[in-house]
């Protein structure tokens, strides 16, 4: 099997700082189709061929001998290079960019992903050791390890980029083999990788999110490669990379929904500045969305949608779940019943300071928040300090905005209503059918996998949960960052208090909620103790209030 190593530095050609500067680009790329005891891919070898041309092409200007390539890797095979590799990182300049590509097999257990060698031993699924021996694990083996080589750089900025294009079919095709669904592992995702963590100045992007299959390619590319190599490689202009995860994810969401699957592209971003793959900075750090980027999905949001699905109607929307009617508490229970009389598609997560830019530059209501490198103001994480009307102004704006966009397709189009989530609604939502303290059971000391909460990462606060630590400190997490209830819904416990559209009196006759000087926020903060993450957890504000710990997520309604 050939390896390509090398380690030379390229000169930039432009000033950044005060003078011009070398950097190093190095890159492994990694496509296993042919697997010995798993089902075999179609497509993974020619998209990691397609990779590797698009990353030495006059475009991108990777030199051949910086970038390791493997195919159909086995487990030795795949650490040895990795480690040479890593040794190669180690000696990079300062202003370097590392691109690690997998396509392949991955799979999810009990929330720890593994990327699959080909020589991953017959799995048996009532024994799942071999498969966490066998497999190698893309937080410990591969993130950490390169985040151990960025923190011995020290000075030296050094940003990575890890795309993970896996989750294409059953691997171990249980399907085929056992004639039912209902006879997989219950403890494993087959489809779809669980949320990651990435050290700073690292980006992440799956091919799809939680839960999901992507489209392998067959004779060609996949869908979710063939969207996103033509931005990696454009270059006037060049794209940030959160612009094309952007892009790729809404493309690769409109190609999925041609052939009535659900693919939704997620990514992790933890660089601390619009950056390009080149690692230059993009812009002056402000999240823009021009006015010709606003398409939408072309099709009708109806009632015929169900648990499971996604709504995701243009490029910078909040992405959707869609929730089943049906009611949680009740006798018997311990909590009061709540009832959801139809379906209703609420936000998997909080409205973003990408999203309220957006809002922003397309000439909303919305206030600038344009300081996208300040702590708490990254493009994925919550947007913060907006009042009750600001948050209620932006869900008005956005329904008016797709209501314009899909009328002028659809004549008959009805008005779009996006919203807030009432108290009933959002408390609905965040148990997912459950009854519990939280949407995963009791437990105090699982919430840093579920939540972002005031923890021993926190420090000395009295309220402080010091049974687990979720390492965000005292800080916001992007959006996504922790595991999702059973209806694919994140940081529904912690990360900020999110406003609801409740009064927090009831209304007298003939008010309305805009009448209000005191409105609900729901769900606890990075800053909140267990008590307040509970699903039952509320809190008031003044409706004009606004803090660093206080954001919101919206509702679609369905007719």
Known sequence: MRRLFAHIFLLLGITIASAASAADYLAFVVGIDNYDHLRKLGSARRDMQSVYAALTSEDINFPEQNVTALPDATRTAFLDAWYDFLQKVGQMKDGGVVIFYYAGHGVELNGENYLLPRDLPPFD?????????????????????????????????????????????????????????????????????????????????????????ALDGGDNNTVFLSELLPLLRSKNPRLDLAEIAQRVKFKVYQAALGRRLVQTPAYYDQLLYRQDIMGRRAGNDTIVVSSDSFAVVPRSI?????????????????????????????????????????????????????????????????????????????????????????????AKWLSTMLTKKLGESDANQPDVIYRLPSEREWEYAARAGTVTAYAF????????????????????????NYTCNDHFGRKTAPVGSFKPNAWKIHDMHGNVWEWVSDCSTPLAAGATPESCSRHVARGGSWRSGSGSLRSDSRIEFATDHRRSTLGFRVARELR
């Open 125 to 213: 699924r009532n024994d799942q050791t071999r498969l966490r021996q066998a497999g190698i694990r893309l937080q410990d083996d591969i993130l950490m390890k390169f985040g151990g080589e960025q923190t011995a750089l020290k000075d030296k900025n050094l940003i990575g980029v890890f795309i993970i294009d896996a989750c294409r079919e059953d691997p171990f095709d249980f399907g085929a083999r056992l004639g039912t669904d209902e006879q997989r592992p219950t403890d494993s995702n087959l489809f779809g990788l669980a949320p990651v963590a990435p050290p700073s100045s690292v980006f992440v992007m799956y091919s799809a999110g939680l839960g999901q299959k």
């Open 302 to 394: 109806s009632n015929d949608l169900g648990r499971g699905d996604e709504i995701l109607e243009c490029k910078f929307c909040p992405l959707l779940a869609v929730i089943p009617p049906g009611k949680v508490g009740g006798e018997g229970t311990g909590i009061p019943e709540i009832k959801l009389e139809r379906p209703l598609a609420v936000g998997r997560h909080e409205v973003t300071n990408l999203q309220w830019n957006a809002c922003v530059d397309l000439g909303g209501p919305c206030k600038g928040k344009r300081n996208a490198t300040k702590e708490g103001e990254r493009p994925q994480e919550p947007v913060t300090n907006v009042s009750w009307k600001e948050a209620t102004d932006f």
């Open 441 to 464: 059971g009791n437990d105090v000391k699982q919430l840093c996998q579920f939540a972002n909460g005031a923890d021993q990462s926190v420090g000395s606060l009295a309220w402080v």
